[in-house]
C-alpha cells in the first residue's frame, strides 16, 4: 500500500514523501491516526507541487545568502563596550551583541546561534567571528570592540 506522510515518522520517512508500507500498518495504524493518508492522482500531483515549491524557495534562500554573504564577508563591524582599567571590559562581547551589531548594519535579521567566535571576547580589540547564513553558506567577519562613553581606559 503507498501511502502519503503528513507527519515525519522514524525508520519511515518524511512528511509529504510517498512510501510503501504494508496494508495493515497504514490501514489500521498510520490512517486512524492522521500519520499518512492512502495515495491518489490529486494527493501525488499534491505531493510534486509542494516538492517544486520548495525547491524554490530553498534557492531562493540561497541565493538570499550568498547576497547577504557577500556583504558581510571581510567587513568590520564595531561593539560599544565598557571597559575598565588596561581596556579589559566588564562583561563579555555574547554572540547576541554581535548578532545585533550585524543586523543594525546590515539590515537583516540575525540569530546569535548562527555566530561562531573562537574565545570569549574580553578585552577591547579585534576579534574574527564567523556567521552560518545557511546550510551551504557561511561568512567571516571581524568585530572591532571599542570603549563606549564612561569607560575607565587608562586608570589603574
Excluded at 524557495?57 to 568590520?76: C, D, K, V
Excluded at 546569535?112 to 570569549?120: A, C, H, L, Q
Excluded at 568585530?143 to 562613553?149: F, G, L, R
Amino acid at each position: 500500500m503507498k501511502v502519503i506522510l503528513l507527519k515525519n515518522v522514524e525508520h519511515l520517512g518524511k512528511a509529504g514523501q510517498i512510501v510503501e508500507v504494508a496494508a495493515g500498518y497504514g490501514r489500521n495504524f498510520l490512517i486512524p491516526r492522521g500519520i499518512a493518508e492512502v495515495l491518489t492522482k490529486t494527493g501525488k500531483k499534491q505531493v510534486e507541487l509542494r516538492t517544486r515549491l520548495a525547491q524554490k524557495r530553498a534557492e531562493t534562500e540561497l541565493e538570499a545568502a550568498q547576497a547577504l554573504a557577500s556583504r558581510i564577508e571581510g567587513q568590520s563591524f564595531d561593539v560599544k563596550q565598557k571597559a575598565g582599567a588596561r581596556g579589559k571590559l566588564y562583561g563579555a562581547v555574547t554572540t547576541q551583541v554581535i548578532a545585533d551589531a550585524l543586523a543594525s548594519s546590515t539590515g537583516a535579521k540575525m540569530d546569535k546561534r548562527n555566530i561562531t567566535i573562537s574565545e570569549p571576547i574580553r578585552m577591547l580589540g579585534s576579534f574574527d567571528a564567523t556567521i552560518k547564513l545557511h546550510t551551504e553558506v557561511s561568512a567571516d567577519f571581524k568585530v572591532n570592540v571599542i570603549a563606549a562613553e564612561g569607560s575607565k581606559i587608562g586608570a589603574v
